[in-house]
């Protein structure tokens, strides 16, 4: 029992030290609701920093991914020395997520020239679009379906991926109307992802599951974080529990699954908030697998550890006032 209880302290202690450091550049209309997706998952050090067009470069190195939002205020642009920076922040180790209309104003070409769709795209109006996963086994379709709808209510653009062996470039999803509208790629030591589909900050809708998941997929892989796929059973849990993981030794992916029972309220079944964190034998937090509220039920998650060492390493679940540890072993 001591034990468990100096090693809960280590791991409150290191809790936040390893979470990647994120930029939101903002576009007057998307970033609020990026934000907010990102900052539910408690998983990223999240800053606003301001309109893009006003950004000078300032702190960029702290920086591991940088979301440049380009949308309602497209006419504006951005001075070739800032994005000099961005780019060369990039080559360093740093990802780079754009979206929409970047690509269509030839004032960003220095940014353009990283990116891993061509830039030369048009566009055509409607309501929606239909994402097929080209990629089944990239981290990005983690979790997603291999088929579903983006609702939109503006335009989607028809880019294609870039063919520069450099940018070793992947579509994840091709659009119904975007011929890539997930494209994921590199730039020297850090990785690019632009997402082609344009408007989708004007729907009610847009953030359903499916794009949340996908919001979240991408920046986890461009901050070069495991993938994560949470899968629901539809199971009556009697009571709370956390499970060994199996495989135990694992290399390098292994499943964890957990039980939140029926928590009753004058209201109805009510979720629960879970957190479910992995830290080294240390006690420093490697990755957060789940931070959101979740329904009662059986939960299974699949984590992928391919980028880590061997080694022991210990998983956490907070649910409600339940809280257990387990250990579990990499070994490469």
Request: proline share 4%.
């Given at each position: 029992?001591?034990?468990?209880?100096?090693?809960?302290?280590?791991l409150?202690a290191?809790?936040?030290?390893?979470?990647?450091?994120?930029?939101?550049?903002?576009?007057?209309?998307?970033?609020?609701?990026?934000?907010?997706i990102?900052?539910?998952?408690?998983?990223?050090?999240?800053?606003l920093?301001?309109?893009?067009?006003?950004?000078?470069?300032?702190n960029?190195?702290?920086?591991?991914?940088?979301?440049?939002?380009?949308g309602?205020?497209?006419?504006?642009?951005m001075?070739?020395s800032v994005?000099?920076?961005?780019?060369?922040?990039?080559?360093?180790?740093?990802?780079?997520?754009?979206?929409?209309?970047?690509?269509?104003?030839?004032?960003?070409?220095?940014?353009?020239?990283i990116l891993?769709?061509?830039?030369?795209?048009?566009?055509?109006?409607?309501?929606?679009?239909?994402?097929t996963?080209?990629?089944?086994?990239?981290?990005?379709?983690?979790?997603?379906?291999?088929?579903?709808?983006?609702?939109?209510?503006?335009s989607?653009?028809?880019?294609?991926?870039?063919?520069?062996?450099?940018k070793?470039?992947?579509?994840?999803?091709?659009?119904?109307?975007s011929?890539?509208?997930?494209?994921?790629g590199?730039?020297?030591?850090?990785?690019t992802?632009?997402?082609?589909?344009a408007?989708?900050?004007?729907?009610?809708?847009?953030?359903?599951?499916?794009?949340?998941?996908?919001?979240?997929n991408?920046i986890?892989?461009?901050?070069?974080?495991?993938p994560?796929?949470i899968n629901?059973?539809?199971?009556?849990?009697g009571?709370y529990s956390?499970?060994?993981?199996?495989?135990?030794?694992?290399?390098?992916?292994?499943?964890?699954?957990?039980n939140?029972?029926n928590?009753?309220?004058?209201?109805?079944?009510?979720d629960?908030a879970?957190?479910?964190?992995?830290?080294?034998?240390l006690?420093?937090?490697i990755?957060?697998?789940v931070?959101?509220?979740?329904?009662?039920?059986a939960?299974?998650?699949?984590?992928?550890?391919?980028?880590?060492s061997s080694?022991?390493?210990?998983?956490r679940?907070?649910?409600g006032?339940f809280?257990?540890?387990?250990k579990?072993?990499?070994?490469?």
């Open positions: 029992m001591k034990i468990r209880i100096i090693l809960f302290i280590i409150s290191a809790a936040l030290f390893s979470q990647p450091n994120v930029l939101i550049l903002e576009d007057g209309g998307t970033e609020d609701s990026v934000y907010a990102l900052n539910r998952t408690g998983t990223f050090n999240l800053t920093g301001g309109p893009y067009y006003l950004y000078t470069g300032q960029i190195n702290q920086y591991n991914v940088i979301i440049f939002l380009n309602i205020d497209w006419s504006f642009t001075a070739d994005q000099q920076k961005i780019v060369t922040r990039i080559s360093q180790g740093a990802g780079l997520f754009t979206i929409e209309w970047v690509t269509w104003n030839s004032t960003f070409q220095i940014v353009e020239n891993p769709v061509t830039t030369d795209a048009t566009y055509i109006e409607n309501t929606t679009e239909t994402l996963k080209i990629a089944t086994t990239h981290n990005i379709g983690i979790g997603l379906p291999n088929s579903f709808q983006l609702p939109g209510l503006h989607f653009t028809l880019e294609t991926r870039d063919t520069n062996p450099n070793q470039a992947v579509t994840v999803f091709q659009g119904s109307w011929n890539s509208a997930v494209t994921a590199v730039w020297g030591n850090g990785r992802v632009h997402w082609s589909s408007g989708h900050y004007s729907s009610n809708n847009i953030w359903d599951n499916n794009t949340r998941t996908m919001l979240v991408i986890r892989f461009l901050a070069g974080m495991a994560v796929a629901y059973h539809n199971a009556t849990a009571s956390l499970s060994q993981n199996y495989p135990n030794p694992f290399n390098p992916s292994t499943t964890i699954e957990f939140i029972p928590q009753s309220s004058p209201s109805g079944v009510s629960v879970v957190k479910l964190i992995v830290y080294d034998n006690g420093r937090e990755t957060t697998l931070n959101e509220p979740l329904k009662p039920g939960y299974k998650i699949e984590w992928n550890a391919e980028n880590l080694a022991v390493y210990y998983y679940i907070n649910a006032k809280t257990d540890v387990k579990m072993v990499l070994m490469k």
